[in-house]
Every structure is written in structure tokens, then in C-alpha cells.
């Protein structure tokens, strides 16, 4: 397998515009977890989802955010309309069983937005 | 709240020394994630326990429930040691999900 894979690894968008980052979990992995590493906070749980349904959203920072998991294979987190402060680095990981297993992370995505 | 706090924030070293990292969280946690961060951005799981210790290599951590903290140790450190090195506390939220809290991140430097 080749891991869990993101795309783009890297976006530069204007403030206002939509954002789409998008994830590819390792197969048969059943958890998804949609985090955000920035320099003032660290690393944030944003979402995690189980069987593509989403289980705790409570990281989440605001309405301007919104993640899906339409099938077992992709999931995307959406910005729209994205801000300034919203430029962090956006890793995606998956998981057998849930946040109490090891998790396998994406190679992120780092995201300006100007 | 739930919180975790690691210790040192920064901390440079020799190669062949024996590194500790801390991380105390605030209350009763489920598990307890060792994170390792590359200076190229990649994040790897080093560890996950709740209890006891467990060993990989040349990395052992520990965790003690009662006093809510739990250790990273490297013996005879060598300079790709370097990396952050984060720990994160695996919480139940009252509405039964499980949050995990990540501490700030320990960089560490092995100089050869």
C-alpha cells in the first residue's frame, strides 16, 4: 500500500476563495482523522470519521469548515470562504481501530492563503 | 480541561546521549500517543500505550496512570534522532467520541 496520500501537498489561494483538501486512506482502514499543525497551536484534531460517518466534528474551528467521506476511499475537508488564518499545514490520517491505534499519516498539505 | 504539557519544549544534545522527554496530561486519559515529526514535516506514530512500558530499538516509553505522566526516552542518541516529538492524550468527551489532545511538541537536536 502506499500509505494515506493528500493532495495538493501544497496551495497558495486568495482570501475568499474555496478551498478543497483532499485525502486518500490506507485500504481497510476504518478511521479517518482530519488534523491542523500550526506554529501558535500545535497539532488540532479537526474531525474523525468511522466507516465514512462522521463520529466527533467538535474540532472543527468554524462553519467555514466542512469535511466529507462520500465512499471508503476519499475524503476531502473544505474551506470555503478560506482567511488568512486559516494557513496551517493539514494532515489527514487513517487507522484500524480508532484513536486508540496507531494511525498512518499523510505527507500533509500546507496551505497559505493571502 | 484537558490538557497536556510536555517538557523540555527545546533540547539539544551529544550523539550517544540518553534523551528523556515528559508529558503530563491532566486527567484520566484512555491511551497515550508518542508522535515522531521529521524535520521534512512527515509525522510517525511511535508509540501508543496505556499502561507499563513498551520498547522499539533503541526508544522505550513509559506511562504512569497515577501520576499522569509518561516518558520518551532515546538511548545512545544519534543525530537523525532529530525531530519533534510530540505526545498526545486519547480523552473520552462526555458525549462518548474520543478526542485526542496533542502536547506542543518536544524539538529535539542531536549534534554529531
Known amino acids: 500500500d502506499a500509505g494515506v496520500i493528500q493532495s495538493p501537498r501544497h496551495e497558495v489561494t486568495e482570501m475568499g476563495q474555496e478551498v478543497t483538501l483532499r485525502c486518500k486512506p490506507i485500504s481497510g482502514h476504518d478511521y479517518l482523522f482530519w488534523y491542523r499543525q500550526t506554529m501558535m497551536r500545535g497539532l488540532e484534531l479537526l474531525i474523525y470519521?468511522?466507516?465514512?460517518?462522521?463520529?466527533?466534528d467538535s474540532g472543527m474551528p468554524e462553519d467555514r469548515f466542512s469535511a466529507k467521506m462520500p465512499n471508503a476511499s476519499f475524503s476531502t475537508l473544505k474551506i470555503q470562504p478560506s482567511e488568512p488564518r486559516d494557513s496551517a499545514v493539514y494532515f489527514c490520517?487513517?487507522?484500524?481501530?480508532?484513536?486508540?491505534?496507531?494511525?498512518?499519516f499523510g505527507q500533509g498539505t500546507r496551505l497559505t492563503v493571502v | 480541561k484537558n490538557e497536556v504539557e510536555q517538557s523540555p519544549q527545546n533540547l539539544t544534545a551529544q550523539e550517544g546521549e540518553f534523551i528523556t522527554i515528559n508529558c503530563s496530561y491532566s486527567v484520566g486519559i484512555s491511551a497515550l500517543h508518542w508522535l515522531q515529526q521529521h524535520p521534512g514535516g512527515g509525522i510517525v506514530s511511535l508509540f501508543m500505550l496505556s499502561s507499563g512500558k513498551k520498547k522499539h530499538g533503541r526508544l522505550i516509553a513509559t506511562i504512569n496512570i497515577q501520576e499522569k505522566h509518561s516518558s520518551l526516552h532515546i538511548t545512545a542518541s544519534h543525530p537523525r534522532d532529530s525531530a519533534v516529538y510530540i505526545c498526545?492524550?486519547?480523552?473520552?468527551?462526555?458525549?462518548?467520541?474520543?478526542?485526542?489532545?496533542f502536547g506542543q511538541g518536544t524539538r529535539l537536536t542531536i549534534n554529531p
Open positions: 490520517a487513517s487507522s484500524w481501530r480508532g484513536p486508540a491505534t496507531e494511525a498512518f
Open positions: 498526545a492524550a486519547l480523552y473520552h468527551t462526555p458525549g462518548g467520541a474520543q478526542k485526542l489532545v
Open positions: 470519521f468511522n466507516n465514512n460517518v462522521p463520529i466527533d
